[in-house]
């Protein structure tokens, strides 16, 4: 049996090289930003590192249980050079990929996405079965790509969430409404979306009838919750690396807006988590099976003793955001974390907590 990344103890005196895999999408509604940062900043750190794009990636078998893979060319911006009607494009270079020295990194699989082939998650879980250490695991994205999952497996573990319902039918506004005691206003949700896409304020019975009636219309399929409203100023990002806090960050909620994503215009800002905000978000990377996870949280009213409202948990989480905060606390005196790369460190501290390290 091929052995793990993360079992893997060098035995030898000399320190060894190892490899890292970016498997991510650059999509039109969620720009392939952070693969190609992750990438520079590991290339600087002296890894070697390839990043690939999953649509017409392939991997062909080389030994026992070693791959070359074949991406499309990944530019700077992150953008892969895909063939069209006009014009071809070749392969790169192939890249040879070993469970003994490669660490990959999924960023992005069609499972329950829905953008994505599902072919992408198996090429991940076949990786899996061969003993390459993945991060995250194809469970963990399965439960965080799915907002609907990710709220059963909080309810299961008993964290503080807001009051969530699912809305089983076209015709089924009324009785969701009703099971959360008709409190508007109300927080509608597609169970797959990101970057605040999909997330939907709904101030009456009767606009949630029309916009219930009309995304069942578009997609008989989809599955919708309905969320109690918690009023906040801002909510809580946190990303947690091998059960460790790298950094967090409050996100204030956008001016004549409900939402705080960064990638709707939130302004974010470093924060410093109680120990009850760190033993909760923690305890969610945990549940979802997370190894680099983003955290995200509405804090409770009284932070040192009640729990925070637990929201989600990214398993591809974006790190422009949280990185540029760091960085730009450079300028500011006061601030103890000033300058880091939170990205760098992310890399460093998983090496370091699953003995691994070049």
Not at 165 to 180: F, I, N, Q
Not at 282 to 298: N, P, Y
Not at 302 to 321: A, H, Q
Request: glycine content about 8%; aromatic content about 8%; proline content about 5%.
């Amino acid at each position: 049996m091929a052995q793990k990344f993360s079992d893997f103890v060098f035995k030898e005196e000399k320190e060894q090289p190892y490899k890292l895999l970016i498997l991510s999408h650059d999509d039109p509604h969620d720009p392939n930003e952070t693969g190609p940062m992750i990438r520079k900043i590991a290339k600087g750190m002296g890894l070697e590192c390839h990043l690939a794009e999953f649509s017409g990636m392939y991997m062909e078998p080389v030994g026992e249980d070693g791959f070359n893979v074949y991406s499309f060319p990944v530019g700077e911006d992150g953008k892969a050079e895909l063939p069209t009607m006009k014009a071809d494009a070749e392969y790169d270079k192939p890249f040879k990929i070993s469970p003994k020295d490669t660490l990959v990194m999924a960023r992005g699989m069609g499972s329950t996405v829905k953008t994505g082939n599902t072919s992408w998650w198996v090429a991940v879980e076949n990786l899996e079965t061969k003993g390459y250490t993945v991060i995250n695991s194809t469970k963990c994205h399965d439960i965080c790509s799915d907002k609907w999952y990710n709220q059963v497996v909080f309810q299961r573990n008993d964290f503080n969430t807001p009051s969530t319902v699912l809305v089983r039918h076209g015709e089924g506004a009324e009785d969701a409404a009703k099971r959360l005691g008709n409190k508007f206003p109300l927080i509608l949700k597609t169970s797959t979306g990101s970057r605040g896409v999909g997330v939907m304020w709904i101030e009456s019975l009767k606009s949630l009838h029309s916009v219930v009636q009309l995304l069942f219309r578009e997609d008989e399929y989809v599955d919708i919750i309905l969320q109690e409203y918690v009023p906040t100023k801002y909510d809580v990002r946190v990303i947690i690396v091998a059960g460790e806090i790298i950094g967090a960050m409050k996100r204030p909620v956008i001016s004549d807006d409900f939402r705080s994503n960064v990638s709707q215009g939130s302004e974010p800002e470093i924060h410093e988590l109680t120990e009850l905000e760190a033993s909760e978000a923690l305890r969610a990377a945990q549940a979802v099976d997370g190894t680099i996870v983003g955290v995200d949280f509405i804090p409770a009213k009284d932070r040192e003793k009640d729990k925070p409202y637990m929201i989600e948990v990214n398993s591809t989480p974006g790190l422009m955001g949280i990185e540029a905060v760091f960085k730009d606390a450079a300028s500011k005196p006061l601030i103890k974390d000033k300058g880091r790369s939170i990205t760098k460190e992310i890399l460093t501290t998983f090496l370091d907590r699953t003995k691994w390290r070049t």
